[in-house]
């Protein structure tokens, strides 16, 4: 079993940035890929940016440039730098982890997910 826990979610205005984090525990052997995927009101959860044990990273194509992906060395916390936001960015945040073959088969096929943190971002 895997916990996920996000904080740094809020509001800015257009431009500004934010920086969430997830707080991790349990099986490790169970979160070798973790990522950050959002979803806004009427939309499909999509994938924001994911990263492997080996520290490989992968982004979204609307986030490239402006978002960054990584953990603390013991891989017990994530963390998604976001800068240059844009109103398209807002959505509820969420973490998420598991095998990296089940990230691969997309976001129904992740088992673990914490409960999510909102992002809003004005104009």
């Known amino acids: 079993q895997v916990q996920l826990v996000e904080s740094g979610g809020g509001s800015v205005q257009a431009g500004g940035s934010l920086r969430l984090s997830c707080a991790a525990s349990?099986?490790?052997?169970?979160?070798?890929?973790m990522g950050w995927f959002r979803q806004a009101p009427g939309k499909e959860r999509e994938g924001v940016a994911t990263i492997s044990t080996g520290a490989f990273t992968h982004y979204t194509d609307s986030v490239k440039g402006r978002f960054t992906i990584s953990q603390d060395n013991a891989r017990n916390t994530l963390y998604l730098q976001m800068n240059s936001l844009k109103p398209e960015d807002t959505a509820m945040h969420y973490c998420?982890?598991?095998?990296?073959?089940?990230?691969?088969?997309?976001?129904?096929?992740?088992?673990?997910w914490g409960e999510g943190t909102q992002v809003t971002v004005s104009s």
């Open positions: 998420a982890a598991d095998s990296c073959s089940r990230f691969a088969g997309g976001w129904s096929a992740v088992r673990y």
């Open positions: 349990g099986d490790p052997n169970s979160r070798n890929c």
